[in-house]
């Protein structure tokens, strides 16, 4: 795997580069979005929040997902701690969901992957294709990843095709798609921004001692059911402490599909 992509942007230009970059490749990545502060307080929360899960009997291997359990899968982080809240409303993790799927959305899931020495590749998909039948003519979701640990092909950086969100349907995956699987890299703080519909697998941690830490933000459009129903996730004192955005964001009013209208509405007041 000789080709490393590293599409970082000039903080001058972040904004509309990485818009442009995610319209036309599927992907970008924004630098130092959260300091090295953050970063550690969420990784502290992270273990904290594995551990608990394994307490609670939620396992963090998934044999259905990953081939051993050097992956390490925590669910439902918007349960465990206030900064996985905070992270998911992140004002430019949202203008560039905005720039996809619009100013109306949900958060379909929030969950972790932490790829220990050992971790190995998971099928290659597309989120889009998981829970949208095809053709995919149209974005209908994106991911928002959190880069705790600087990411990159041998600790088990994401591995994607690039331009793979303009494929349409499963006829369109060629047959050698593994040959042109390329990694993502980024430095801790970063987010990297892809596309619902392209194509990618987690990496292969081939390292001796090093983990890698990413927590994954998924937005869809509102007339898609999220992947977790945020009712039944969220403890009723979780609930009560979401401002009206993320209470709205989360599907959790009267009326969670409501059109562009409420969450504009939202976005006002909340200024």
């Given at each position: 795997m000789?080709?490393?992509?590293r599409?970082?942007?000039?903080?001058?230009?972040?904004?509309?580069?990485?818009?442009?970059?995610?319209?036309?490749?599927?992907?970008?990545?924004?630098?130092?979005?959260?300091?090295?502060?953050?970063?550690?307080?969420?990784?502290?929360?992270?273990?904290?929040?594995?551990?608990?899960?394994?307490r609670?009997?939620?396992?963090t291997?998934?044999p259905?997902?990953?081939?051993?359990?050097?992956?390490?899968?925590?669910?439902?982080l918007?349960?465990?701690?206030?900064?996985?809240?905070?992270?998911?409303?992140?004002?430019?993790?949202?203008?560039?969901?905005?720039?996809?799927?619009?100013?109306s959305?949900?958060?379909?899931?929030?969950?972790?992957?932490?790829?220990?020495?050992?971790?190995?590749?998971?099928?290659?998909?597309?989120?889009?294709?998981?829970?949208?039948?095809?053709?995919?003519h149209?974005?209908?979701?994106?991911?928002?990843?959190?880069?705790?640990?600087?990411?990159?092909?041998e600790?088990?950086?994401?591995?994607?095709?690039?331009?793979?969100?303009?494929?349409?349907?499963?006829?369109?995956?060629?047959?050698?798609?593994?040959?042109?699987?390329?990694?993502?890299?980024?430095?801790?703080?970063?987010?990297?921004?892809?596309?619902?519909?392209?194509?990618?697998?987690?990496?292969?941690?081939?390292?001796?001692?090093?983990?890698?830490?990413?927590?994954f933000?998924?937005?869809?459009?509102?007339f898609?059911?999220?992947?977790?129903?945020w009712?039944?996730?969220?403890?009723?004192?979780?609930?009560?402490?979401?401002?009206?955005?993320?209470?709205?964001?989360?599907?959790?009013?009267?009326?969670?599909?409501?059109?562009?209208a409420?969450?504009?509405?939202?976005?006002?007041?909340?200024?």
């Amino acid at each position: 795997m000789a080709t490393h992509l590293r599409p970082e942007l000039p903080n001058s230009h972040q904004s509309s580069d990485a818009k442009r970059r995610l319209h036309d490749e599927g992907w970008c990545v924004v630098p130092d979005v959260i300091d090295p502060q953050m970063i550690a307080r969420a990784l502290d929360r992270l273990h904290d929040a594995a551990a608990v899960s394994e307490r609670q009997g939620v396992s963090t291997f998934m044999p259905v997902l990953d081939p051993n359990a050097s992956n390490v899968r925590v669910f439902f982080l918007l349960e465990h701690d206030a900064i996985f809240r905070e992270l998911i409303c992140n004002p430019r993790a949202l203008d560039l969901v905005e720039a996809v799927l619009g100013r109306s959305f949900l958060v379909s899931n929030f969950t972790a992957n932490i790829a220990r020495p050992g971790a190995r590749s998971m099928t290659l998909h597309s989120d889009q294709s998981i829970v949208v039948p095809e053709p995919w003519h149209a974005a209908w979701s994106i991911n928002i990843i959190w880069c705790l640990t600087d990411v990159r092909f041998e600790n088990g950086a994401t591995l994607f095709i690039p331009g793979s969100h303009r494929w349409q349907a499963h006829a369109d995956v060629p047959v050698d798609a593994a040959k042109r699987l390329v990694p993502f890299e980024a430095k801790a703080g970063s987010i990297v921004a892809m596309d619902g519909r392209l194509w990618h697998t987690s990496g292969a941690n081939v390292t001796a001692n090093e983990d890698r830490a990413l927590l994954f933000g998924y937005y869809s459009k509102p007339f898609l059911r999220p992947q977790v129903n945020w009712n039944a996730a969220l403890s009723p004192a979780t609930q009560a402490s979401l401002d009206p955005t993320l209470h709205a964001m989360l599907g959790l009013g009267v009326t969670a599909n409501s059109g562009e209208a409420l969450y504009i509405n939202l976005l006002e007041k909340r200024a």
